[in-house]
């Protein structure tokens, strides 16, 4: 089991800037890969970020590449989502996810690779 809580969410104004973070359960978070992803009103879940166990790979959706960066630090038991240059389309409740097995080569994109979630914080972007 990982449980995660995500935190950091809010309202800022087109091109601001929002620090999200992910506190997991210290037991296991270190053989991890995780993974961001959002869901706006009315569309599905979808891919933002993924980070491997090590930090070392990352991978973006289109739409945010060069705005989003992830990382984590293991000592801490957290992951991170630093998103600059928001934009209206950018609003969406944004969740943490861990995959359903530990020490994941590639992180998956699929939510549905994807068995633990955190609540979800809200970035709401005003124009």
């Known amino acids: 089991q990982v449980q995660l809580v995500e935190s950091g969410g809010g309202l800022v104004q087109v091109g601001g800037s929002l620090r999200l973070s992910c506190a997991a359960d210290?037991?296991?978070?270190?053989?991890?890969?995780m993974g961001w992803f959002r869901q706006a009103p009315g569309k599905e879940r979808e891919f933002v970020a993924h980070?491997?166990?090590?930090?070392?790979?990352?991978g973006y959706a289109d739409s945010v590449k060069g705005r989003f960066t992830i990382s984590r630090d293991n000592a801490k038991n957290t992951v991170y989502l630093q998103m600059n240059s928001l934009k209206p389309e950018d609003t969406a409740v944004y969740y943490c996810a861990a995959p359903r097995r530990p020490w994941v080569v590639v992180p998956p994109r699929d939510p549905i690779e994807y068995q633990f979630w955190g609540q979800g914080t809200q970035v709401t972007v005003s124009s």
């Open positions: 210290g037991r296991t978070f270190n053989s991890y890969a």
């Open positions: 980070i491997g166990v090590s930090g070392r790979t990352t």
